[in-house]
């Protein structure tokens, strides 16, 4: 073979390879962005950054907001489908979008009746709550309780815009009255609890105890996700044991029932070992439920709050 003819095919392998190094590489970025935006699938757009700089996202869009958006669209000035989609985008952790959509409704809500202007102050400040924006929440759950005042959900909530801001005097107030206007036993469990949790850390440990006294063995839950609080009640009487009241980490992501269960219980504990001048347990707890996915329930948020007031 001529000089001329092998260098003309060295120069076709070396085309060959190149286009094949190339077509490897793009192959390979292609993967690559495929795995990144199945990645930023799995979760909606980032709703808050936590006290602790961890960035909280909300989940995807479910058929339930489709549908509870397509129907609000059909009749855009109806509470009730305001209140649906409000509800259901939080079930989706689509926190910042609840609040538009029940800002929305109050918009156009103004001479409606007083007690659909409450269920969307209180659907907004439930879930400012949940964005951490608690002075936002105390307004709008306050004018929730002004325009309706044996709403028992409008205290709850507003007990709720206290505690996690420290204030438990007023947390306190607002859920003995809340627990005053219980008319079923679930609901005395779950006000007895926050009531409970308030005054201890007010240091009014005589008037916690007796919050207890009317948690008798006849008061039986029947929402299921109540059952941890009634125990938490049990434990808090002494009747049953840190390692028997806790419960096992959840499943994975996808458990939500047992997270929901975990971060309210384990939070709880953490906080009977504050106020039992356990700290560094206290702290070991609130660390272990800030791991979790489920950033708005309270037992996160509660944890939260902690850490962050331990580094100042």
């Given at each position: 073979?001529?000089?001329?003819?092998?260098?003309?095919?060295?120069?076709r392998?070396?085309?060959?390879?190149?286009?094949?190094l190339?077509?490897?590489?793009?192959?390979?970025?292609?993967?690559?962005?495929?795995?990144?935006?199945?990645?930023?699938?799995?979760?909606?757009?980032?709703?808050?950054?936590s006290?602790?700089?961890?960035?909280?996202?909300?989940?995807?869009?479910?058929?339930?907001?489709?549908?509870?958006?397509?129907?609000?669209?059909?009749?855009?000035?109806?509470?009730?489908?305001?209140?649906?989609?409000?509800?259901?985008?939080a079930?989706?952790r689509?926190?910042?979008?609840?609040?538009?959509?029940?800002?929305?409704?109050?918009?156009?809500?103004?001479n409606?009746s007083?007690?659909?202007r409450?269920?969307?102050?209180?659907?907004?400040?439930?879930?400012?709550?949940?964005?951490?924006?608690?002075?936002?929440?105390?307004?709008?759950?306050?004018?929730?309780?002004?325009?309706?005042?044996?709403?028992?959900?409008?205290?709850?909530?507003?007990?709720?815009?206290?505690?996690?801001?420290?204030?438990?005097?007023?947390?306190?107030?607002?859920?003995?009255?809340?627990?005053?206007?219980?008319?079923?036993?679930?609901?005395?469990?779950?006000?007895?609890?926050?009531?409970?949790?308030?005054?201890?850390?007010?240091?009014?440990?005589?008037q916690?105890?007796?919050?207890?006294?009317?948690?008798?063995?006849?008061?039986k839950?029947?929402?299921?996700?109540?059952?941890?609080?009634?125990?938490?009640?049990?434990?808090?009487?002494?009747?049953?044991?840190e390692?028997?009241?806790?419960?096992?980490?959840?499943?994975?992501?996808?458990?939500?029932e047992?997270?929901?269960?975990?971060?309210?219980?384990?939070?709880?504990?953490?906080?009977?070992r504050?106020?039992?001048?356990?700290?560094?347990?206290?702290?070991?707890?609130?660390?272990?439920?800030?791991?979790?996915?489920?950033?708005?329930?309270?037992?996160?948020?509660?944890?939260?709050?902690?850490l962050?007031?331990?580094?100042?």
């Amino acid at each position: 073979m001529s000089d001329a003819k092998h260098s003309r095919a060295w120069t076709r392998k070396i085309r060959v390879w190149f286009w094949v190094l190339c077509l490897t590489a793009l192959s390979g970025l292609t993967g690559w962005v495929q795995a990144q935006t199945g990645a930023a699938a799995t979760h909606g757009a980032l709703e808050v950054t936590s006290g602790l700089g961890r960035k909280l996202y909300a989940l995807p869009d479910d058929q339930g907001v489709i549908d509870a958006r397509k129907a609000l669209a059909a009749d855009p000035k109806n509470v009730d489908r305001v209140l649906a989609l409000s509800k259901a985008e939080a079930n989706r952790r689509q926190y910042r979008e609840a609040v538009a959509t029940a800002t929305q409704g109050l918009a156009f809500a103004t001479n409606d009746s007083a007690q659909d202007r409450a269920d969307l102050y209180l659907e907004r400040g439930h879930r400012e709550l949940g964005l951490r924006e608690f002075a936002k929440a105390r307004s709008d759950l306050e004018q929730a309780t002004r325009l309706a005042p044996q709403m028992l959900d409008g205290y709850y909530h507003l007990g709720l815009s206290h505690y996690f801001v420290g204030e438990f005097d007023p947390a306190a107030a607002a859920f003995r009255k809340a627990r005053e206007l219980a008319k079923t036993d679930d609901s005395l469990i779950d006000c007895s609890n926050w009531l409970y949790v308030s005054l201890r850390r007010a240091g009014k440990e005589q008037q916690a105890a007796e919050v207890l006294t009317r948690i008798t063995p006849d008061v039986k839950n029947t929402e299921p996700h109540l059952l941890f609080y009634l125990r938490l009640l049990h434990f808090y009487q002494g009747k049953l044991t840190e390692k028997e009241v806790l419960p096992p980490a959840p499943a994975g992501p996808d458990d939500l029932e047992g997270e929901l269960a975990f971060d309210t219980v384990t939070y709880a504990v953490g906080n009977w070992r504050l106020y039992h001048g356990d700290r560094v347990g206290a702290m070991e707890l609130f660390r272990k439920v800030v791991k979790g996915e489920a950033w708005n329930s309270w037992g996160f948020i509660g944890s939260e709050r902690e850490l962050v007031g331990a580094r100042r």
